[in-house]
């Protein structure tokens, strides 16, 4: 099985869209998960889907802690695990797993960690995505977004300019053999607030009573666009993944 974790370490980076995207996703092509949420300070995804295989879970150095994220490692030996995490999450994640020895317990046990790195494409998350995948390496799948929703500039050529010419990035990139993919923008910011008021999932936007028809159809094609970028990844698909990929 595996284990999805969607970081970025920024906060504002568009975390939280894009793991209730793979909530969806994984929902609408009928791929079995629970999903964490792991965001104390504001846990919409937990809001957001709810019920029996939506759960919170605690990052944490604290020692009164060490034992708030075991839950999802264990859960990884039932089904696939999805997690949410808050900005500045990368301390205590390494703190879960170096101290619990889980990339070496994952290996034994034929669990697959995928690390998910949301980006605005700015310096600031460069400097922290080339920390990542160096820090990583070769031990986990991984996967960086391009979130489209989050970039300050309406150029796209300008917003990935610094992405796409930072070679020591680009070949850090080429090293790990990370998954490149471009999340879209959601067109709406009136419903995307109002998802968000209400603790909506997408897709139950997509029948709720406040949502109007070309409401629906915006997150209808918003959705469609998300689940293609999934799919075109080849990572996210029914447990493809082997331990010898990691």
Known sequence: MEIII??????????STVTKALGDYHHERGIDCII???????????RAFGGEFHQLAIFSEAKRF??????????????????????????SL????????????????GIIFV??????GELDSLSLLKKTLDYFGNRVQHVIVKNYGVVKSEDEGIAWRAFEQDKELQQLITKVGAKVINFPAFYGDTELAEIESKSLSFRNALTHDDFGLIS????????????????????????????DDA
Not at 97 to 102: M, Q, R, V
């Open 6 to 15: 969607v970081f970025g370490e920024l906060g504002g980076i568009g975390k």
């Open 36 to 46: 964490f949420d792991t965001d104390r300070s504001n846990a919409d995804v937990w």
């Open 66 to 91: 060490q034992d708030a994220a075991n839950s999802i490692f264990n859960a990884a030996f039932e089904k696939r695990v999805l997690v949410n995490t808050p900005a500045q999450v990368m301390p």
């Open 94 to 109: 390494k703190d879960w797993i170096e101290k619990n020895a889980l990339l070496e317990l994952a290996e034994e046990e």
């Open 115 to 120: 690390m998910v790195f949301v980006t605005n």
């Open 216 to 243: 629906r159809k915006r997150v209808h094609k918003f959705l469609q666009k998300a689940y293609s970028t999934f799919d075109e990844a080849g990572v996210f698909h029914q447990q493809e993944f082997s331990a």
